[in-house]
């Protein structure tokens, strides 16, 4: 079950009916991880995935199309269940259209407009607010649970897409992954973690499974080194995963099946992933001065409230496109003075929490 991560959204061929101008577009691909787990399981598939899901489409059915909810396919003969949602509750697709758009010296990270709603709907997906069309992953998996009480349970994360710190490339657009500055992949990504976390949370709680294919992206994120395994800007399927990433998460699945979480050596795991899930990001502070061509950087003020401040790097954007990275917790750069600069601190704190603050420092009159 699930949005288009798990339908395989991208990769035809795609089951018949589900690939319908103004009709039905699911797009079931023979492709998608579920056919794969199946195969490697020995289980009959019933594949009920359907891209641009959200997680109230476990509820409802989309009578146009012919889907039921979801939900409504699980009984008490249900052996296995794997699903991927809360993606499109959190808006991740238009995300990533505005970061590709964002103008130069803006981030979608420094934008208040475009953070906060994530951040909103990831609350309402943990349960720690409520918010109208999203249901909490504790609620859904609650409902598994009655559905289908004797089956595996396995919830799948989503895989982050860029690298470490970003990456820059020359098509389509110079200096950036697809279409998105540095600091913003690295934005993604970080609010990628906090989904995620959120999802190992509320399925430990449950006693199911949960599996995070990100590692086993590594090295295969868009732009990686060893060749990506995501569909890129300029391709139908864009920013989702392409054959190989599909194979890689059927993988994670079927390990996660195969190490159930009695077996697993850290049995305070679902203690751990509260304890992630509680902690709060720390507070970036940080000031800017130019001196002719010297711009001098300081972000010792950041603070955690419930920690302490690890790393702290630079994403200084230039007036060509590019971008600098600098480490540490004072920086010093050389940016003419006849240039604007735009300049991210990401402060990252001992539980890996992410903080994302920027000025603009106009040109010299």
């Given at each position: 079950m699930g949005d288009s991560y798990a339908s395989g959204y991208g990769l035809p061929p795609y089951a018949e009916g589900t690939n319908v101008r103004d009709g039905n577009n699911c797009q079931r691909s023979s492709s998608a991880y579920a056919h794969q787990v199946a195969e490697q399981t020995g289980k009959t598939l019933d594949f009920d995935a359907c891209s641009g899901a959200r997680t109230s489409d476990f509820y409802q059915a989309k009578a146009s199309w012919g889907e039921p909810a979801q939900l409504d396919h699980l009984d008490s003969s249900t052996g296995l269940v794997s699903f991927s949602i809360g993606g499109n509750d959190a808006g991740f697709a238009q995300i990533l259209s505005k970061c590709v758009t964002q103008l130069p010296f803006s981030t979608c990270s420094g934008d208040s407009a475009i953070t906060a709603p994530v951040d909103s709907a990831i609350d309402a997906l943990a349960g720690k607010t409520t918010q109208e069309g999203v249901t909490s992953y504790d609620t859904i998996m609650t409902d598994i649970g009655t559905r289908a009480p004797n089956a595996a349970v396995v919830a799948v994360g989503y895989p982050r897409m860029f690298t470490q710190q970003g990456i820059g490339q020359l098509f389509p657009v110079p200096g950036r992954c697809e279409g998105l500055t540095k600091?913003?992949?690295?934005?993604?990504?970080?609010?990628?973690?906090?989904?995620?976390?959120?999802?190992?949370?509320?399925?430990?709680?449950?006693?199911?499974?949960?599996?995070?294919?990100?590692?086993?992206?590594?090295?295969?994120?868009?732009?990686?080194?060893?060749?990506?395994?995501?569909?890129?800007?300029?391709?139908?399927?864009?920013?989702?995963?392409?054959?190989?990433?599909?194979?890689?998460?059927?993988?994670?699945?079927v390990s996660a099946l195969a190490a159930p979480q009695a077996q697993e050596a850290a049995q305070d795991q679902p203690a751990?992933?509260?304890?992630?899930?509680?902690?709060?990001?720390?507070?970036?502070?940080?000031?800017?001065?130019?001196?002719?061509?010297?711009?001098?950087?300081?972000?010792?003020?950041?603070?955690?409230?419930?920690?302490?401040?690890?790393?702290?790097?630079?994403?200084?954007?230039?007036?060509?496109?590019?971008?600098?990275?600098?480490?540490?917790?004072?920086?010093?750069?050389?940016?003419?003075?006849?240039?604007?600069?735009?300049?991210?601190?990401?402060?990252?704190?001992?539980?890996?929490?992410?903080?994302?603050?920027?000025?603009?420092?106009?040109?010299?009159s």
């Open positions: 600091v913003d992949q690295r934005w993604i990504n970080a609010r990628t973690n906090d989904l995620n976390a959120v999802i190992k949370a509320a399925a430990l709680r449950h006693g199911y499974q949960f599996t995070d294919p990100s590692d086993s992206f590594t090295g295969h994120e868009l732009c990686g080194k060893q060749g990506s395994w995501f569909e890129g800007l300029l391709e139908d399927g864009r920013f989702h995963p392409n054959a190989a990433g599909h194979k890689a998460t059927a993988d994670s699945v751990a992933a509260e304890a992630q899930l509680d902690n709060v990001r720390p507070t970036g502070s940080f000031t800017l001065t130019r001196d002719g061509d010297q711009v001098a950087l300081d972000a010792s003020a950041s603070s955690d409230a419930d920690g302490a401040v690890t790393n702290i790097d630079w994403y200084i954007q230039r007036a060509d496109g590019t971008e600098e990275v600098l480490t540490g917790a004072q920086a010093t750069a050389t940016v003419p003075a006849s240039e604007q600069v735009a300049v991210t601190a990401v402060i990252t704190d001992n539980q890996g929490k992410e903080d994302f603050t920027t000025q603009t420092a106009p040109a010299a």
